[in-house]
């Protein structure tokens, strides 16, 4: 059974860094793009990026590139969310997801359970 | 960037009538050379993830009731959920995966009338 884990809720203030983590089982990890989408509070899905960790491979949204950091370790079969500055705007619910296809990008046929992350002074 | 717009915001259907969602992306999705539209349709309840409804416009994944079908190519595709279910209440998001990134519509937030 393929299975993402994510990392619990987090409140941080405003300038602290970040770093959040999706723990994946049940399938080739390194053979899958693993993504991260961002729900606001009252709004909609927003694709970030995407990683593919047999080679660490990343595409970035335009609007979450340099603003945050995907990466994985396929030694742990995790990948991860990082901030190195959050603002309040980044208060958002995180999920990773797996994309269905293998070696390519794609839709996503599996999805953590979400990341809170409120930011607040 | 491919942008996704999902039509209406919000709708309010009777039990037991018919849904349905519309989802126009601003360049095709439909592949030549595979004759595949790149369109995939997700369900979310709140305090739950996601969930992959379809695939390829059309394909049901398994498990999702048959009262779910995906249609349409190219540009304008349609979600439409027959004879609805008080469980169906929740948001529903087309995506496209066409290009990179993989971008999803604005959402339709389906109630009961």
């Known amino acids: 059974e393929v299975q993402l884990v994510q990392s619990g809720a987090e409140v941080k203030r405003p300038g602290e860094s970040l770093k959040i983590s999706c723990k994946t089982s049940g399938y080739s990890f390194t053979n899958y793009w693993i993504g991260w989408v961002r729900q606001k509070p009252g709004k909609g899905l927003e694709w970030m990026g995407i990683i593919y960790p047999g080679d660490s491979d990343i595409r970035y949204s335009s609007t979450f590139e340099g603003q945050v950091t995907i990466s994985a370790d396929k030694s742990i079969s995790t990948a991860y969310l990082q901030w190195s500055s959050l603002k309040a705007s980044d208060t958002a619910i995180y999920y990773c997801?797996?994309?269905?296809?293998?070696?390519?990008?794609?839709?996503?046929?599996?999805w953590g359970q979400g990341t809170l992350v409120t930011v607040s002074s | 960037d491919i942008v996704m717009t999902q039509s209406p915001d919000s709708l309010a259907v009777s039990l037991g009538e018919r849904a349905t969602i519309n989802c126009k992306s601003s360049?095709?999705?439909?592949?030549?050379?595979?004759?595949?539209?790149?369109l995939a349709w997700y369900q979310h309840k709140p305090g739950q993830p996601p969930k992959l409804f379809i695939s390829?416009?059309?394909t049901r994944e398994s498990g999702v009731p048959d009262r779910f079908s995906g249609s349409g190519s190219g540009t304008d595709f349609t979600l439409t959920i027959n004879s609805l279910q008080a469980e169906d209440v929740a948001i529903y998001y087309c995506q496209q995966y066409y290009n990179s990134p993989y971008t999803f519509g604005q959402g339709t937030k389906l109630e009961i009338k």
């Open positions: 360049q095709t999705l439909l592949w030549s050379s595979n004759n595949k539209n790149y």
């Open positions: 997801a797996k994309v269905a296809v293998l070696n390519k990008g794609g839709w996503f046929d599996a």
């Open positions: 390829w416009a059309s």
